[in-house]
């Protein structure tokens, strides 16, 4: 299938796609960030940032997971004209429980709000990772990376 790609002339991103490496990678940077986040505000910041951080990392992490298992079930249609069996209140209700974690961490005390947000945008960091990755190996090697 990799071959196909290649010849196909899609780019980087189709065959990152294609092999699962692309979306491995996005995953594993978002765990890197997070830890530096959460190691480097355990070291100079206030426990409440710490957990906050700590809280939004975990948290984004799980809604990509289940944001990356609901498009697959999305797509993975095994009849041909099948509507997909994902279901608009199970598509958002982890919006919902994201929220209602955030709002209890928050009423209890333990987390600051704006490290929580920062937490949750790991994922920004991680595509900022992955770009420049991308543009590494475009710009020095002269070429596209798996």
């Known amino acids: 299938m990799e071959e196909s790609v290649k010849e196909s002339g899609e780019g980087v991103l189709a065959e990152g796609v294609a092999n699962g490496n692309l979306e491995a990678r996005v995953f594993r940077s978002m765990i890197i960030a997070s830890g530096l986040a959460v190691l480097g505000s355990a070291l100079f910041l206030p426990w409440r940032f710490t957990t906050g951080l700590l809280l939004g990392g975990v948290l984004a992490l799980l809604n990509h997971h289940w944001l990356r298992r609901s498009i697959s079930a999305a797509l993975n249609i095994d009849v041909v004209g099948q509507r997909p069996k994902l279901k608009a209140a199970a598509y958002i209700f982890r919006y919902f429980f994201l929220f209602a974690v955030v709002?209890?961490?928050?009423?209890?005390?333990?987390?600051?709000?704006?490290?929580?947000?920062?937490?949750?945008?790991?994922?920004?960091?991680?595509?900022?990772?992955?770009?420049?990755?991308?543009?590494?190996?475009?710009?020095?090697?002269?070429?596209?990376s798996n």
């Open 103 to 144: 709002a209890l961490a928050y009423q209890l005390n333990i987390v600051s709000l704006p490290a929580t947000l920062a937490g949750l945008c790991s994922f920004v960091a991680a595509l900022f990772v992955e770009a420049f990755r991308q543009s590494y190996f475009a710009i020095i090697h002269r070429e596209e």
